[in-house]
C-alpha cells in the first residue's frame, strides 16, 4: 500500500519510506494504516504510531528523506 487514500484525502504528500516529524519528533513513515499513516520514530524502531496526517504533521523536504 502507498497511502494513495491519504494523499487523495487529506492533500497531503505522504508516502512509505518518507521522512515526517510529528509533534516534534522525527520518524519515517513506515506503514499505510488507511485513514492514519504508520510512523517509526528514530528514537523507538521497534514502534509504529498511528498519526493522524494532518495532525501535528510535518513533511520533510525530499533532501530530509534517507
Same mark, same amino acid.
Given at each position: 500500500?502507498? *497511502?494513495?487514500? !491519504? $494523499?487523495?484525502?487529506? #492533500?497531503? @504528500? =505522504?508516502?512509505?519510506?518518507? $521522512?515526517? &516529524? /510529528? +509533534? #516534534? /519528533? %522525527? #520518524? !519515517?513513515? =513506515?506503514? %499505510?494504516?488507511?485513514?492514519?499513516? #504508520? !510512523? &517509526?520514530? %528514530? =528514537?523507538? @524502531? +521497534? !514502534? /509504529?504510531?498511528? *498519526?493522524? @496526517?494532518?495532525?501535528? /504533521? ?5 533532501? %530530509?528523506?534517507?
Amino acid at each position: 500500500m502507498t *497511502c494513495e487514500y !491519504v $494523499r487523495k484525502t487529506y #492533500g497531503v @504528500p =505522504a508516502e512509505i519510506g518518507m $521522512r515526517v &516529524r /510529528v +509533534d #516534534g /519528533v %522525527d #520518524g !519515517v513513515i =513506515a506503514e %499505510d494504516l488507511g485513514h492514519y499513516i #504508520g !510512523v &517509526r520514530p %528514530d =528514537a523507538k @524502531p +521497534d !514502534v /509504529v504510531l498511528a *498519526c493522524h @496526517p494532518t495532525w501535528h /504533521v510535518e513533511y520533510l523536504p525530499a533532501e %530530509d528523506n534517507r
